[in-house]
């Protein structure tokens, strides 16, 4: 099981969200899972990232349903002990997820 859950929902977004999946994949942590929930993309975001990243990422379509639910029905799905969000139209800087983890790691009573 996963340490993190990386939520992402997405909206017609198929150039953007790929780029921002890429900034996850590229974290010095490594303990995570990608959920893409694509909100009723028509702009074939699915296509493109079955065709790049096959397995390596948890892609769930859904009818439109507004970005909120879309983040629920990730977490619904998520394993992770933590849930963290991307938006589609984001990146993260390489160590991101590392430092927030250990952040975790040390606050824990707090």
Do not use: C
């Amino acid at each position: 099981m996963p340490r993190v859950s990386v939520i992402i929902p997405t909206y017609n977004r198929r150039e953007y969200v790929q780029e921002a999946i890429d900034s996850v994949l590229a974290q010095t942590y490594t303990d995570y899972e990608i959920i893409v929930v694509d909100d009723g993309s028509t702009d074939g975001t699915g296509e493109a990232l079955h065709a790049r990243y096959a397995d390596r990422i948890r892609y769930v379509w859904q009818e439109n349903q507004g970005e909120s639910v879309a983040r629920n029905r990730g977490i619904a799905i998520a394993q992770g002990e933590y849930i963290a969000f991307l938006d589609s139209d984001d990146l993260w800087l390489p160590e991101k997820l590392e430092k927030q983890v250990a952040f975790l790691g040390l606050h824990q009573d707090t």
